[in-house]
């Protein structure tokens, strides 16, 4: 039984890396949090679901059209976020929370509160590894996440761009300083973190169901496991991702299924309680 | 030229300030009276005014600059509390009421031990995630709070015997807005005191500039936690009206992300260094919302909220009321209000 | 300027003309009230309640009324909210002055609209409402056709009777029709002898099953009850078959016996058991053809297939207007305390269940028919008496299935 919740820990923390890698990338190059990280998610999850039910398109093809959903969107909050007042922290929370509202209730008019899926016939087969069992759908999630993962982890250590990112987020006078283009760098956060939100809404729609408040969630987890890691580091994202998985799972197995709420919210207040000062201070 | 401009603006700002609420308290004192005929529109008041003190109370906490996103959590449990207790124990709502109110500052004072070393942005996320804790909790409790089977049948308010005066509070929707609109106003004199009270000004400092504050010799963490308390406590007191009134409660209803959000919402846009702008604010946004927003757009219609907010902190961060009232902020130099 | 002179008399006279109009009018017709949840998280099913509330109204309009006056139907939305609920209750009541009210779905709209019955001594019959604690309540004017003993009852028998697991687990959701469903019957099936090894809670939409099937399948459990509802059931289906998770049944109370689900599932939805409490082509003996029209009509109405929530609502409204006929046939005025006798009294065969209320306003006959899921199709199986074809136990493991 363990082998089984330990690689649904995994599966499922990667792909919890891979919903956060958007919000962590955001907040830590612009230094605000994105509460509609999760209704983001969902719309691109009903764009493709949209697209597969009404057209056919095959899950392949529906990525570009929900990356371009999210890239809108993404691009129309920067340029709110940019019109904020200090405490831009505080001030961005409001705003985006206002946000997630507004495109639940839109979502709610356009999809109607029924669940939906994208099915994906090929996902319900899998492979056995002697006693243990993979389906496809959880072999796809796996690979794709480790995949952007990894290309993310490419671009932000191996080209000037990542550089350019990675000294804003570590330091943002300096960078100005060097010559980086700070404000530039946060359009530039949030395109990429709008790319990889429109990869990980479809395959949210073919694991999990998209109904309209499905994203408060995401949100959450998003938070606790960037947190966890601070900002910038890759790697710790990914522990951060399989740590909170192996915990829900293990929470459920021992004290059983409506326990599992709590896990998340312990762990991130707990998390913030340690780090009382917040996650740039430590830095400085 | 300008400067007599600007007087007279000041004047007309004043008359708007003075004119607006008296008005708005007659036509409240008397909406029973035009809206005999329609129930709908006082139960509509009536939610709206049980929102408004919700604002209120949420103000205490935002007045000193903090944002919280977890009021569910003492809604929910002053509502529990209070219904736990007249249901099971057989107590007098009037006496459960306040214990409800009180059990929500406990709840507020372990929220406190672990949040209120945070600021700002830091402290609305922890807040967020705070919630589940008594939500988890009371949800799994069965033998105490009968987990998700829910509460049916609560006592509503016992009616108020004044001599030979009868006056029936959860009989009529009458009595039961009369008893929101005294509790409003109740808690408006009281959150007008404390504002001016030291603790408000003290709040108030350490929203403009807290190393300063601590400078001068405000100890900050006393007057947050003090304001949280408070806060707390009437949010407590809201829920446990708020049960009483529907006779029915179930964790995912109470604890729900709605009480939450709701008057955080009310007071931004309302204003939150303000007074009156959290309750001016749910009396007008929550019967828009039902009586224009609902008919119109039955699925998604609550999109006014998101909508409002997000015009709120972008181009009147201060809020409406606050805007009216611009320029009689409190000063920390004159230790002048409003 | 002359229009806006003129303004103030016109609106008078229109007003005027719509006072008339509604109270002279519509003075003949006999006003019944309905609220139901039509918008929020419920409106799905409260929809289909108000669907099938009007195919009974339409019905006896149609027949020629209530002692040749009309029956009004006057629908009310409470938006899924418990305060709403009052508030249109009272509505319907303190203004409209409706004689009787039906419709509802869930308990938690239905107890508060049944206080304000009380209040204003108006008969409320609800469609839908579950929980045992709604009618322990000294409510006279409190009537219901559906309860939880409905459920409990048909699916203690087959797992007691025929079924007989060794390891049974119980999954439910954190919402109160479910939790009690899940206690009830665990006791009645602990007292045939039969233990309930897991009982589990889960929170409705539930993202993510698999560490919860990873303790189901360490168990080795032969049979699960999960009375999660529609979405709770497609995801864990789902995730049991990916993770080549085969119990010997699956039974789900709620959310399962819907064309609806069978069309999303697909040929997953083969061998899962529910229930329902009638659907079109299998009623109650002996009122086959009853059951026909309805179909009949609610099609002609609804360009669709009636479902057994469109039933419940028609069933409800029925029982109201069944009573109201008798207490105008004993020429009695229709006030409140009368049709709440007359409703006492009702004993009325329908497709769904034959009507009649004990002391407490429960349904005396209300039982739901535990069907399987074969080739599509839903197949009585339980009771003995009623099945249409034999269970298929244990189901086929998924990798038998091609």
Known sequence: ?284 | MRKKETASQKAIQQQVAWAAPVLGLVLLLLLPVFARYNDYVLQVFTHALLLATLALAWNILGVSGSISLGHAAFFGAGAYTSALLSLDLGVSPWATIPLGGVLAAGIAAIMGLFCLRLRGAYFALATLAFVEIPKVITDNWDGLTRGSLGLVGLPGLPSLRLGSYHFDMSGSLVGSYYFVLGYGLVLLVLVTLLFRSNLGLALQAIREEEVAAEAIGIQVQKYRLLSLLLSAFFTGITGACYGHLIRYLEPGLVYGLHFSAIPMIFAICGGRFTILGPALAALVLYPVDQFIFHPLLPAGHEFLYGAVIILAILFMPSGVWGQLRKGHFVSIKTGSIE | MLCCKRFPIIACLLLLAFWCYSTFAVAATIKIGEINPLTGRLAKQGSEIHQGVAVAVAEVNDRGGLNGRQVELISRDDQSQPDVAISRAEELCGWKKVVALTGGYNDSLVGPISEVAKKYEVPYVASASLQKQLTQRENPYFFRVANLHGFVQPLCGILSESLRPQRLALLHTATPGSTEFARDLRSCLQSRGIAVMLMEKFRPGTPDFTPLIAKLASMNMDVIVSSGFFADHLLLVRQLKENRVSPKAYIGPFGIAYESFVREMGENAEYLYSTFAWNPGISNPGTEVASKDFVERFRSMFHREPNTTNMHGYTSTRAVLAAMQNVLHQKKPLTGPNIRQSLAELDLVLPMERVAFDKHGDPHHYQHLVVQIQKGKFEVVYPPERSTASAIYPMPRWSQRK
């Open chain 1, 1 to 284: 039984m363990w082998t089984t919740v330990l690689v649904s820990g995994i599966t499922l923390g990667s792909f919890y890396t891979l919903v956060a890698l958007g919000f962590a990338l955001i907040f830590g190059v612009t230094h605000t949090f994105n509460l509609a990280h999760g209704e983001l998610l969902v719309l691109a999850g009903y764009v493709a679901y949209w697209l597969w039910k009404t057209y056919g398109v095959s899950l392949l093809f529906t990525f570009p059209a929900a990356i371009l959903a999210t890239l809108v969107v993404c691009l129309i909050l920067q340029r709110l976020f940019s019109r904020l007042r200090e405490p831009m922290e505080m001030n961005s929370i409001v705003l985006s929370f206002g946000l997630a509202i507004l495109l639940q209730n839109g979502m709610l008019f356009f999809f109607s509160g029924d669940y939906r899926l994208i099915r994906v016939p090929t996902f319900n087969q899998g492979l056995h590894f002697n006693t243990l069992y993979l389906s496809y759908g959880q072999l796809t999630l796996l690979a794709l996440s480790l995949l952007v993962i990894g290309l993310l982890y490419f671009l932000m250590r191996h080209t000037f761009l990542g550089k350019a990112l990675r000294a804003t987020i570590q330091d943002r006078e300096a960078a100005s300083l060097a010559g980086i283009n700070v404000g530039g760098m946060g359009v530039l956060a949030f395109a990429i973190g709008a790319i990889l939100i429109g990869l990980a809404g479809p395959l949210y729609g073919c694991v999990h169901y998209l109904y309209p408040t499905a994203g408060l969630q995401a949100t959450l987890l998003a938070i606790t496991i960037t947190i966890f890691a601070g900002v910038g580091r890759i790697r710790t994202l990914i522990l951060g991702g399989w740590i909170l998985g192996f915990a829900e799972s293990g929470a459920v197995v021992l004290l059983g299924a409506s326990w599992r709420e709590l896990v998340g919210a312990v762990m991130l207040i707990t998390l913030l309680a340690l780090r009382p000062q917040g996650i740039f201070e430590r830095e400085q």
